[in-house]
């Protein structure tokens, strides 16, 4: 039988998915056990007690200095700084998206702004950030929605131009007005797709986050990471990437799920 | 109810003319087939029709007005494909034309408004054979109920034209049989003038009242851009197929027509 036609049952396919996250736990012990049976100082691959014990300090045990659990801390103030910037970025690019898609003259206007404006690196602005808006909560949260939105717009925009022209020809016909194809036929359409654009925009949320959060923060789970990476902390490190890793794929999931309960027709339009 | 008429209409893209010479008179609730080889023009004259396209020279008119340059509500239209809102049930794609008619801020109705609709849009359902499928979306429907969806969704708002693009082209010999027959009650129920492209014969003769073919004349490589197509064969179907002047129980549309009403 050809490769490309062999599948893997349901069982098999959970086992298989398994299998890459347990080879790299295996190789991680292995290297680690290695390291610690030479030198039981080493710091760079701890061991998973020595990483469990980190966790509980951060996460369940008070810190005598500032009065809180930090990990809680970190995850708060990360989150919120995520949570406000996709906030702006989504509700922006949908009404910026829709208005390039939809309207020939918008797209005339503003598509090759957005063009190359989505092409300046994000990372590179964040100097004049810091400088024009200071080192508080504005300028990583400007950092991100910068960094995520001309992607969304041209994503959206596109999204928008591929709807059948039949469809906005029968919206016409049945007596629509611009505002009105934009309200029903447009908009209940693109929604769910701006949950796949933001799917993919949420690798690169997370980067513009850790990164503002490693330069200048006094909070923020890249905060503690670039804090702490000051003692060669590993055991503190590495669960805080998994942590963030969960983080993350929780969100997507999240999204995911949204998507298919939301907007229950959709499944069908993406497959054809 | 319109007459159309073109007058000396051409269409050109750059040097390309894809139609020329058009010259048309179609009476009011003609039920006009246009056929041909692909690439005469066929769409290309639906299209100008919708006001998706104008002509590059000649004019179109409708009832002696000139043609509004954009789709209106005036004419209503099915497309081969996506034709109906895959988003909207059923029950809604009816509903959208109402909406938008009488909600022009929210484009929806709620209460007594959107009840009163749902009822209508539930009798046009059931005239065209979708009656227990209003909560299910265009996308659980058969090729065929997607079209008679389409033909109800447009009907319900009560266009004066009908223009169908190669509406059943993509069905089943027996459902297109099916949907003929209900195409023929649609138009003799309601005030519609219709033209329908097609490319099959035999559904232009079974269901027209005058079938208009279009031909190039030139065909040479070297002429293929520089004579476009244009009418070559005009056909009174006879015997003389005529719609009931008063149907029995016309199909409520969303037009307050005066002759409907006596007056």
Redesign the interface.
Known sequence: MRWVNIRPGRQLAIYMAALPFVLVVIAYLLGSGARLAENPNDKLLPALSSMGLAVKQMAFQLDARTGSYLMWVDTLASMERLAAALAISTSLALLIGIVIGLLPAANALLGPFVSVTSMVPPLALLPILFIVMGLGETSKIALIVIGTLPCIIRDLSMKVQELPREQLIKAQTLGASTWQIALRVVLPQILPRLIDSLRLQLGPAWLFLIAAEAIASDSGLGYRIFLVRRYLAMDVIIPYVVWITLLAFAMDFALRLLQRKAFPWFASVRAE | MSAIRFEDVWKEYGDHIVLERITLDVAPRAFLALVGPSGCGKTTFLRML?G?EAPSRGRILIDGEPLKP????D???V?Q???????LTVLDNVL??R???QS?????LFGRARREATEQAMTLLEEVGLKGHETK?P??LSGGMQQRLALA??IM?G?KILLLDEPFGALDPGIRADIHVLMKRLWNETELTVVMVTHDLSEAFSLATRVIAFERNRNRPEERERYGATISRDLEIFPRRVAQPHADHPIRSGRDDPAAQGA
């Open positions: 919708l998706e954009e789709p209106d509500a004419r209503g239209v497309f494909r996506y034709s109906v809102f895959p988003h959208l034309g909406e938008l008619q022009r801020l929210l484009g929806r979306y996308s659980a969704q447009a708002r266009p």
